[in-house]
Nanobody, 115 residues
Framework: QVQVVESGGGLAQPGGSLRLSCVVS????????MGWYRQAPGKERESVAS???????NYVDSVKGRFTISRDYAKKMVYLQMNSLKPEDTAVYYC?????????WGKGTLVTVAS
């Protein structure tokens, strides 16, 4: 059973930083794209950042210049470094992995930005 597990959420002050981590385990197939999504209260889930198997990255405009996605292919992990956090970044952050077996999602980790 493929598992996607996020970690690293928590409380940060405006202007602060957090680093999210995500690991994909129990997979025998290939992992293609990996990405981070978020869902704020009362809003739809949106794509925040993604990284392809060739390390091409993409970001939603609202986080460009503040968030950085990276990937460790050997460890099957993806990271999201979040700097200059804003209250509007508050959301549940989900990791997703596109694999040869299908797309898998984590259960999410809560990020709260407040003073």
């Amino acid at each position: 059973q493929v598992q996607v597990v996020e970690s690293g959420g928590g409380l940060a002050q405006p202007g602060g930083s957090l680093r999210l981590s995500c690991v994909v385990s129990a997979i025998t197939g290939w992992i293609y794209d990996m990405g981070w999504y978020r869902q704020a209260p009362g809003k739809e889930r949106e794509s925040v950042a993604s990284i392809t198997s060739s390390s091409t990255t993409n970001y939603v405009d609202s986080v460009k210049g503040r968030f950085t996605i990276s990937r460790d292919y050997a460890k099957k992990m993806v990271y999201l470094q979040m700097n200059s956090l804003k209250p509007e970044d508050t959301a549940v952050y989900y990791c997703a992995a596109d694999t040869s077996l299908g797309k898998y999602w984590g259960k999410g980790t809560l990020v709260t930005v407040a003073s």
